[in-house]
């Protein structure tokens, strides 16, 4: 152990301390997620990994440099800043700019990266994923576009925390995050080390304030002829910027905003937007007192919309209306619309919008960090993800409040209601209709078994022109694959990003092995199927799709090689 002091201050104390690597310091598409057991009871654990990403920052930045931290609230979380505030401080980054409380949405950090010109941000979520002592945490890295750290950075860090033998810190180094102001320390050889408390929401707010016309939302959630709005926050990082941007700044009463305190465990739900696990939202919109229904998860980057009577905007379908009516959000009217993009598993809705506005469409891999890609090179406006993900070119992240104001948007514009939106663009466009099966913490073995597989199935020649039938229903198999993509940026290529099997008539079956859950692994089913007919376009998905689904688990034998008879989420 190496220590560095002068007289003085304890506080400036730095230490440099032995410790051994971690082997399973992967971070996956959105950082390092673990049970939070993990983090707690390997020694260094946390440590390590905060060491390794700082070491990828070049030392020559590192003094007139900024970091942005932040996270969900989630448990551990304030335990974790201040490591970061310590192995920060004796890295020689010169400034950290944190929520107050350690409180910042994904979104935020991402703002406030962009607009400080940091050289990245830490950002302490597992987004969806649950919280609590026996919950999951996580560590993710944002670079200085604001977007989250390419594969590039996320191997650097791996191979740094896969031979890490020291880290240093400055163990004495406590900061109170709940006082907003700066706060300066003298570190042994560094100059100054400035840690500044900000206030969570404001530049979010402002930025907000540029992209939405604030008096028309002003009027539609205020105005005399104003509509009730109810707002999910699911204790998650989302409660504090609703009850100030939505409430108190846009008018709407205090009560459509609900579960808006930060907890560490969510209130003991499981912060994810979606039917399943929102369903006391969806409940309560069936009711039919409410005009619009949002949910956000734990970091705010994801959300779920529902019109009256809990209709449901599947989000492969939010994108598609809001590239559909884009012009209802003046930011687009200042910058131009250059290009529209869903990740590889989202139904074909955003497609259909492209050929009509005569855009370019892009299809990449699941992850936001390739439509940043996009993004940073000028060729994209607007994307999303059929996992609750919407965005724009506004910030590098997905950005759940800012897709909800959009949609407000929408109904300020148009005054008609979400489902009415909905069905027109339907009776427009065409519309795909879309389920996704969540399987759950399968047995990793039998999912890896139930995907080779699948592979064999896909890969023999006899395949392709193959029929399947279920029901009133016939399939002829087109194409087979697992899914690659090339960016047309910088030409990097992104291998088995999914297998696809694509009928004559354009539907699709796609599997996925997901990784950011923390234990076990996560298949993905999706079934995507167009239809223009317009007596048949407001049918029940479910219905639909049961065709589709029947020969997707008979394709895979799903049931047979995991045990499992039923999906843990359908969508």
Known sequence: MEANDREGDPRDLWLTLKTKPYTDQKPGTSGLRKRVTVFQQNQHYAENFIQSIISTIDPAQRQEGTLVVGGDGRFFMKDAIQLIIQIAAANGIGRLVIGQNGIMSTPAVSCVIRKIKAVGGIILTASHNPGGPNGDFGIK???SSGGPAPEGITDKIFQISKSLQEYHICPELKVDLSTIGKQTFEVATFKPFTVEIVDSVESYAEMLRDIFDFVALKELLSGPNHISVRLDAMHGVVGPYVKKIVCEELGSPANSAVNCVPSEDFGGHHPDPNLTYAADLVNTMKGGEYDFGA?????????????KHGFFVNPSDSVAVIGANITSIPYFQKTGVKGLARSMPTSGALDNVAKALKMPLYETPTGWKFFGNLMDA????????????TGSDHIREKDGLWAVLAWLSILATRKQSVEDIMKDHWQKFGRNFFTRYDYEEVDS?????MIDHLQTTMSDKAFVGQKFSSGDKTYQVEKADNFEYTDPVDGSVSKGQGLRIIFSDGSRIIFRLSGTGSAGATIRLYIDSYEKDPQKIYQDPQVMLAPLVDIAL????????????APTVIT
């Open 445 to 449: 073995d039998a999912a890896n078994k």
């Open 295 to 307: 949910a956000f998860d734990g970091d705010g980057d994801r959300n779920m919309v529902l019109g």
């Open 554 to 565: 008979r394709i895979s034998q799903l049931q047979e090689k995991t045990g499992r008879t």
């Open 378 to 389: 000028g060729k994209l406006s607007l994307c999303g993800e059929e996992s609750f993900g």
């Open 141 to 143: 890295f944002n670079i």
